[in-house]
């Protein structure tokens, strides 16, 4: 909760003081990757009125640091983001994940995720998810896929 305050109550502001931004919330994205990327997502399902959309590369939803999977951390996970989603009609979400490494193990809770986004109204407009076949959980891999996602998000 305070991170995520930090970030849309904090950061942001000074941000928007120091450089010329807009102010409204469909031109704010947050992206980040593993356990950043679930720090973006709760920042943005609690704060929509301030942030339109997040880019996540290899959300981190098994959430535990033994690199297994747990479904009680995974389901719990899982099923707060989908009860808590931002309106679809203005936000937006990217989310992507290898099939290797660590990102083999995020196979469940994104497919639980990828419904969940589906039944809450997000189009594929709106709401964009893929597998990066043979890539994995690291800056290289993520790197290659950070200019489809910027792609999508400019809407080129």
Same mark, same amino acid.
């Given at each position: 909760?305070?991170?995520?305050?930090?970030?849309?109550?904090?950061?942001?502001?000074?941000?928007?003081?120091?450089?010329?931004?807009?102010?409204?919330?469909?031109?704010?994205?947050?992206?980040?990757?593993?356990?950043?990327?679930?720090?973006?997502?709760?920042?943005?399902?609690?704060?929509?009125?301030?942030?339109?959309?997040?880019? @996540?590369?290899?959300?981190?939803?098994?959430?535990?640091?033994?690199?297994?999977?747990?479904?009680?951390?995974?389901?719990? @996970?899982?099923?707060?983001?989908?009860?808590?989603?931002?309106?679809?009609?203005?936000?937006?979400?990217?989310?992507?994940?290898?099939?290797?490494?660590?990102?083999?193990?995020?196979?469940?809770?994104?497919?639980?995720?990828? %419904?969940?986004?589906?039944?809450?109204?997000?189009?594929? %407009?709106?709401?964009?998810?893929?597998?990066?076949?043979?890539?994995?959980?690291?800056?290289?891999?993520?790197?290659?896929?950070?200019?489809?996602?910027?792609?999508? @998000?400019?809407?080129?």
């Amino acid at each position: 909760d305070d991170f995520a305050s930090f970030l849309a109550e904090d950061l942001l502001p000074r941000r928007r003081k120091e450089v010329i931004v807009s102010t409204a919330a469909e031109d704010v994205y947050l992206g980040v990757c593993s356990m950043g990327a679930l720090i973006s997502c709760y920042t943005w399902c609690r704060y929509p009125h301030l942030i339109g959309g997040v880019i @996540m590369f290899s959300t981190h939803w098994i959430g535990n640091f033994r690199y297994e999977y747990d479904p009680v951390i995974a389901e719990s @996970m899982t099923g707060w983001f989908c009860s808590h989603l931002p309106d679809p009609a203005s936000h937006e979400v990217w989310m992507d994940r290898g099939t290797e490494g660590l990102d083999s193990l995020y196979t469940h809770p994104q497919d639980v995720i990828d %419904q969940c986004i589906i039944s809450q109204g997000f189009t594929t %407009q709106q709401g964009y998810s893929s597998v990066a076949a043979g890539e994995t959980h690291n800056e290289p891999s993520w790197s290659r896929r950070f200019p489809q996602a910027i792609r999508w @998000m400019l809407r080129e």
